[in-house]
């Protein structure tokens, strides 16, 4: 038994005629979102580098907008029941050749169908919770990018960081006058040590050298 007619499908219909492409390279679009819910055949469409995706993109939004504004259906809750591409005229051109001969050019073109239609309840409840799971996906990576960025910090947390700061501060204040003061004391311990040392020479010096006087005095009396 053979499917319903393309005129006879149910659901909401977008018609494009006689665009100036051959069927055959819509068809190879259009086979990518046939069967997927609205958004994610927008999605395929806007990756998508054949120069039929912006095109049928159009025709996709145009069937939603039919659906949402003539059926009354909501946009987030249709996917695309049939899509495919019907041969339109075909414009002969010749092109010169050689030996007097003329060769043939063939421009084609196409009309492009979009139907839309609305998803049985198992499959909205499927959606449903993919989409949901999806979000919270996304929000814990946000989250988490969040946290490693460093937000700023709460209000009501702002005064206790600020006094473990002065705190903290503080502190190592205390820590390092200590320091300096203890690297004072020794420095100047040792000042002192240098100066009896300095001295104790000075006098041992002194010594020989009153010595050695005094034997010339006797000497020369």
């Known amino acids: 038994m053979t499917g319903p007619k393309t005129n006879e499908r149910p659901g909401t219909r977008a018609t494009l005629k006689g665009f100036h492409m051959s069927a055959s390279k819509a068809r190879v679009v259009l086979n990518l979102i046939r069967g ?11 990756d998508t580098a054949r ?13 939603v907008a039919n659906a949402v504004n003539n059926d009354g259906l909501v946009a987030e809750e249709l996917y695309v029941s049939a899509a495919y591409a019907d041969e339109g005229i075909t414009m002969k051109r010749f092109t010169p050749r050689a030996r007097g ?11 492009i169908t979009v139907i839309v239609s609305r998803m049985d309840e198992d499959r909205l409840e499927l959606l449903r919770i ?9 929000r814990a990576r946000r989250v ?8 700023p910090v709460p209000a009501a947390q702002y005064e206790e960081v600020v006094a473990e700061d002065v ?3 503080v502190e190592t204040v205390e ?24 001295a104790v020479e000075a006098v ?10 005094a034997e010339t005095t006797e000497e020369t009396n």
Not at 101 to 111: D, E, L, M, P
Not at 130 to 138: E, G, K, P
Not at 175 to 198: G, M, N, Q, S
Request: charged share 30%; proline share 1%; with cysteine.
């Open 36 to 46: 997927e819910d609205v958004k994610f055949a927008q999605e395929i469409l806007a």
């Open 51 to 63: 120069e039929a995706a912006g095109v049928i993109s159009k025709v996709l939004a145009s069937a």
């Open 101 to 111: 001969r003329a060769g043939a050019i063939r421009k084609r073109s196409c009309h």
């Open 130 to 138: 993919a989409r949901a799971a999806s979000a919270t996906a996304s």
């Open 144 to 151: 988490a990018s969040s946290r490693r960025k460093g937000d």
């Open 167 to 169: 705190t903290t501060n």
């Open 175 to 198: 820590v390092e006058t200590t320091e300096t003061t203890e690297t004072t004391t020794a420095v100047e311990a040792t000042d002192a040590e240098v100066t009896d040392e300095v």
């Open 204 to 213: 041992n010096e002194e010594a020989p050298t009153e010595a050695a006087s």
